[in-house]
């Protein structure tokens, strides 16, 4: 956690049911890290909350940085998800797709 540059975590009354965060340089690339929800709350929404705080960051990088690369290496079958989000893929057969946001 301590290489952390921004986290954003979702609670339902004092049960924490999502996070998520960024890490990276700030300067050359980001990676978005750790994106989890609860099962009983996936389907929700939550992820995507998760996911348009973090982007809201990313593009406060991007003001400094146009060029900054943010990555993600999506769990296998969640990829269609962080496609939503703009990310491409780039093939890995093994551990799901590794994801690029240019």
């Given at each position: 956690?301590?290489n952390t540059l921004f986290s954003v975590s979702i609670y339902?009354?004092?049960?924490?049911?999502?996070?998520?965060?960024?890490?990276?340089?700030?300067?050359?690339?980001?990676?978005?890290?750790?994106?989890?929800?609860?099962?009983?709350?996936?389907?929700?929404?939550?992820?995507?909350?998760?996911?348009?705080?973090?982007?809201?960051?990313?593009?406060?990088?991007?003001?400094?940085?146009?060029?900054?690369?943010?990555?993600?290496?999506?769990?296998?079958?969640?990829?269609?998800?962080y496609e939503k989000f703009g990310f491409k893929t780039r093939?890995?057969?093994?551990?799901?797709e590794g994801m690029v946001l240019f």
């Amino acid at each position: 956690m301590n290489n952390t540059l921004f986290s954003v975590s979702i609670y339902d009354d004092n049960k924490i049911i999502g996070y998520g965060r960024i890490i990276g340089d700030k300067t050359i690339f980001l990676y978005i890290q750790d994106i989890m929800v609860i099962p009983e709350y996936q389907g929700q929404k939550v992820g995507t909350k998760i996911m348009n705080e973090l982007l809201t960051k990313v593009d406060e990088y991007k003001k400094v940085n146009p060029n900054i690369r943010t990555y993600l290496g999506a769990s296998k079958g969640k990829e269609k998800f962080y496609e939503k989000f703009g990310f491409k893929t780039r093939p890995s057969v093994d551990l799901g797709e590794g994801m690029v946001l240019f």
